[in-house]
């Protein structure tokens, strides 16, 4: 490459899609929307740019993996490495007065975070509940959102849960603060040892709760073994175990984790996974006030996430409608435009060639079903067209040009 020539190729991470790959993400993002509507959540459209700070305090994901630069004005921003900042920023700017009210906000946006993964920008799928009083409310309808999405594309998904409100409850009756006994179940998963005292009866507890509850295969099961070891966590376990009674009423497969080794400082009360055999596939769960701190007013908030990137390269790419093949031979441009739109209020996707050289050659480039409009001197004296039918189920029909 010369100095003069511009490099036009995709950076690390960012794709573009054209034709059936598009397609497939555009009708994954479609179906996620539609079916979020039916549950009951509003339409989000959210700004792919955002001041640096809120991404920067939220959560362990987003810190020093965002696309930084600065504005004109010398303001730090981001491309937004997270939706719920975004989705936070959207619910404080639509209930100016009454931020007490709960909202329910569902988004198709792209974020940008540097990782080793393909995707370095990717289409992601959200559902949040904001501000719900009722935290089984919330919890139940997104359990029951993820699930109906996942099996449109996975039917035999599933989904475990850890009640990091466990966690919390633990750490309250040890007199540790919850970031702590976080930070010290993540460094026992990298292999770090707890102080002596009450980081180490955390741990203890936690390990102890981890073996009763590996006897005992049923989630009910499990929460009657907790409440064994531990009494004083009934009123977390009577929670759960509402959220196990409605899963099974709803037909809803949800099991329980009893390892929360890998707790991330913004998780709070219920958090899942939803699996297709042992691979990952989405995810939500509740999230802690360390991370609502960024959003004044918001007490309370819920989210489940999916990629549509991760899901179109997991499936098979969709045929794209095959449309008329409009071919002006000798008619007038005027005639020929207004046969494509007359075509178009039938209902048909047009391809209009303005100019074939040989109609033969032409023709023979079209794929093999699809229909085909001559619209030539013939026609425009005729005030008509007539389309061909293909093999790709469009009638053979007669459409009038009005002049």
Same mark, same amino acid.
């Given at each position: 490459?010369?100095?003069?020539?511009?490099?036009?190729?995709?950076? &690390?991470?960012?794709? /573009?899609?054209?034709? %059936?790959?598009?397609?497939?993400? +555009?009708?994954?993002?479609?179906?996620?929307?539609?079916?979020?509507?039916?549950?009951?959540?509003?339409?989000?459209?959210?700004?792919?740019?955002? &001041? =640096?700070? *809120?991404?920067? @305090?939220?959560?362990?994901?987003?810190?020093?993996?965002?696309?930084?630069?600065?504005?004109? #004005?010398?303001?730090?921003?981001?491309?937004?490495? /997270?939706?719920? *900042?975004?989705?936070?920023?959207?619910?404080?700017?639509?209930? +100016?007065?009454?931020?007490?009210?709960?909202?329910?906000?569902?988004? $198709?946006?792209?974020?940008? @975070?540097?990782?080793? #993964? #393909?995707?370095?920008?990717?289409?992601?799928?959200?559902?949040?509940?904001?501000?719900?009083?009722?935290?089984?409310?919330?919890?139940?309808?997104?359990? =029951?959102?993820?699930?109906?999405?996942?099996? @449109?594309?996975?039917?035999?998904?599933?989904?475990?849960?850890?009640?990091?409100?466990?966690? /919390?409850?633990?750490?309250?009756?040890?007199?540790?603060?919850?970031?702590?006994?976080?930070?010290?179940?993540?460094?026992? @998963? #990298?292999?770090?040892?707890?102080? %002596?005292?009450?980081?180490?009866?955390?741990?203890?507890?936690?390990?102890?709760?981890?073996?009763?509850?590996?006897?005992?295969?049923? $989630?009910?099961?499990?929460?009657?073994?907790?409440?064994?070891?531990?009494?004083?966590?009934?009123?977390?376990?009577?929670?759960? +175990?509402?959220?196990?009674?409605?899963?099974?009423?709803?037909?809803?497969?949800?099991?329980?984790?009893?390892?929360?080794?890998?707790?991330?400082?913004?998780?709070?009360?219920?958090?899942?996974?939803?699996?297709?055999?042992?691979?990952?596939?989405?995810?939500?769960?509740?999230?802690?006030?360390?991370?609502?701190?960024?959003? *004044?007013?918001?007490?309370?908030?819920?989210?489940?996430?999916?990629?549509?990137?991760?899901?179109?390269?997991?499936?098979?790419?969709?045929?794209?409608?095959?449309?008329?093949?409009?071919?002006?031979?000798?008619?007038?441009?005027?005639?020929? =435009?207004?046969?494509?739109?007359?075509?178009?209020?039938?209902?048909?996707?047009?391809?209009?060639?303005?100019?074939?050289?040989?109609?033969?050659?032409?023709?023979?480039?079209?794929?093999?079903? =699809?229909?085909?409009?001559?619209?030539?001197?013939?026609?425009?004296?005729?005030? $008509?067209?007539?389309?061909?039918?293909?093999?790709?189920?469009?009638?053979?029909?007669?459409?009038?040009?009005?002049?």
């Amino acid at each position: 490459m010369t100095s003069d020539e511009l490099d036009l190729q995709s950076l &690390r991470g960012f794709h /573009d899609h054209v034709g %059936p790959r598009a397609l497939a993400r +555009q009708r994954i993002a479609e179906s996620f929307l539609d079916l979020t509507r039916m549950h009951g959540f509003e339409l989000a459209h959210l700004s792919p740019v955002g &001041r =640096a700070e *809120p991404f920067l @305090r939220f959560g362990s994901a987003a810190r020093e993996r965002c696309f930084a630069f600065r504005d004109r #004005k010398g303001r730090q921003l981001v491309l937004a490495p /997270d939706t719920i *900042p975004s989705i936070l920023r959207a619910y404080l700017a639509t209930r +100016q007065g009454s931020l007490r009210r709960p909202l329910s906000l569902a988004t $198709a946006a792209q974020v940008f @975070r540097y990782r080793r #993964k #393909k995707y370095r920008c990717w289409t992601q799928l959200v559902a949040t509940v904001v501000n719900e009083t009722t935290p089984l409310a919330a919890e139940v309808t997104l359990l =029951a959102l993820a699930y109906d999405f996942a099996t @449109r594309y996975w039917p035999a998904s599933r989904i475990v849960a850890c009640d990091y409100g466990v966690v /919390d409850a633990i750490c309250r009756q040890l007199s540790l603060p919850s970031h702590d006994g976080r930070d010290t179940l993540y460094r026992l @998963r #990298k292999g770090g040892t707890p102080e %002596p005292g009450r980081q180490t009866d955390l741990v203890d507890l936690v390990q102890a709760i981890e073996h009763a509850t590996d006897q005992a295969a049923q $989630a009910a099961d499990q929460v009657g073994e907790v409440r064994r070891i531990a009494p004083w966590l009934a009123p977390r376990l009577d929670y759960l +175990q509402s959220i196990l009674d409605v899963a099974a009423a709803t037909g809803l497969p949800l099991s329980l984790s009893w390892r929360p080794q890998a707790a991330l400082d913004y998780h709070a009360d219920l958090a899942w996974r939803i699996l297709d055999g042992r691979r990952l596939v989405g995810d939500g769960g509740g999230y802690g006030a360390d991370a609502l701190g960024i959003a *004044p007013g918001v007490t309370h908030c819920w989210s489940l996430a999916f990629s549509a990137d991760a899901i179109a390269d997991g499936q098979e790419s969709p045929q794209e409608e095959v449309p008329v093949h409009a071919v002006r031979l000798d008619c007038s441009a005027g005639f020929f =435009a207004r046969a494509c739109a007359v075509l178009r209020r039938h209902g048909l996707s047009v391809r209009p060639i303005w100019q074939a050289r040989k109609l033969r050659n032409t023709v023979a480039g079209f794929p093999p079903d =699809a229909p085909i409009c001559i619209v030539g001197l013939e026609e425009e004296a005729r005030g $008509a067209v007539h389309v061909r039918e293909g093999s790709s189920g469009i009638p053979d029909q007669k459409y009038a040009v009005p002049s």
